[in-house]
């Protein structure tokens, strides 16, 4: 019987195809752990072991493989945190969860009235190395301290104020202390604004509540009504005093100057009469005349020797 001779082909064997998988495999994650790119948004911190090294710009960069780690922390985008709300679609029409969150919005204002706050927190991270190092869970200390300071701020006033208007007095108040607390955490942490969006009685008080807010609406309508009325009415009455004043004023300043020319006119007639009465008194009687004829409508002459005027009267009218 012949013996049968196998011989494998020629290339490699199955042995050494998974050893060249797993060298290829180590060689990609080694080069994965190596090279890294940080965001232009972005600054990249690097920890060798969990303690840090070095912070790296946007780019290409290289690190130690296994040893280091890179952590990217965006710097120029804005980040918002939400109490009493969450938004669920941001867009032109905004949908919001329906769920109510209480335990964040619900607050004791300073007249001992209750009031649901809502509000928004919007701060960037200046600072990327204390953001990691020097506080643990940044967002959620952020948090509490936004409620604390939120609930101090409301607790130093009244219900209408911060309803009406003590809201954004009372926003750059919260922003002000939040701000303060977090650089004395060196936190990294700084707060682009804080707004109140919605400040409301709670439910089972908003018709009574709604109800003296109307009551108060009416009675500024009706002072300001008033005082409409008022300023329509009093300047014009002030000025109509004011004129007939002036006019009396004026009448009486005329009076007076007429009455002192009058009696200036008569002492100069007087001082003529007593020079020439014949020719003075028949100068006076001719100037009552000229005023006194052209308002007379008809003129008859009269002869004293006739015995009737009928053969002398005109019937026709208009002669003189």
């Not at 007593?274 to 004829?293: F, G, I, S």
Request: charged share 30%; glycine share 6%; no cysteine.
């Amino acid at each position: 019987m012949e013996e049968e001779i196998r011989v494998n082909p020629p290339g490699l064997s199955y042995k050494n195809w998974a050893w060249l998988v797993v060298l290829g495999i180590f060689i990609l994650v080694v080069a994965l752990s190596t090279f890294y790119t940080v965001g232009p948004d972005e600054v990249g911190i690097i920890k060798r072991f969990g303690k840090y090294m070095r912070a790296t710009d946007p780019g290409l960069h290289v690190k130690i493989p296994f040893a280091e780690s890179v952590t990217k922390v965006k710097v120029k985008y804005i980040f918002k945190e939400e109490f009493g709300f969450r938004t669920l679609k941001p867009g032109i029409k905004t949908l919001y969860a329906p769920e109510k969150w209480q335990g964040e919005s619900l607050m004791l204002t300073g007249d001992l009235n209750v009031a649901e706050v809502e509000w928004i927190v919007q701060y960037k991270i200046t600072d990327p190395y204390k953001y990691l190092f020097k506080i643990r869970n940044p967002t959620k200390t952020l948090r509490d301290i936004s409620e604390v300071v939120m609930r101090l701020v409301v607790g130093d006033r009244s219900v209408d104020e911060i309803l009406t208007v003590g809201r954004m007095e009372a926003a750059t108040e919260a922003q002000r202390k939040l701000q303060k607390i977090l650089d004395s955490y060196e936190s990294g942490i700084k707060i682009v604004t804080l707004k109140l969006k919605d400040v409301n009685p709670p439910d089972p008080v908003k018709p009574s509540f709604n109800e003296v807010n109307e009551a108060r609406q009416d009675r500024e309508r009706f002072i300001n009504e008033a005082w409409q009325a008022y300023n329509k009415v009093i300047p014009k009455a002030k000025g109509e005093a004011e004129k007939t004043i002036a006019e009396a004023e004026g009448y009486g300043i005329k009076r007076v100057n007429q009455a002192e020319g009058d009696a200036d006119k008569f002492l100069a007639v007087w001082q003529e009469y007593k020079k020439a009465p014949d020719v003075t008194r028949k100068r006076l009687y001719l100037e009552a005349l000229t005023q006194v004829l052209p308002r007379v409508g008809k003129i008859y002459v009269v002869d004293t020797e006739q015995k009737t005027i009928l053969p002398f009267l005109s019937l026709k009218g208009g002669e003189k």
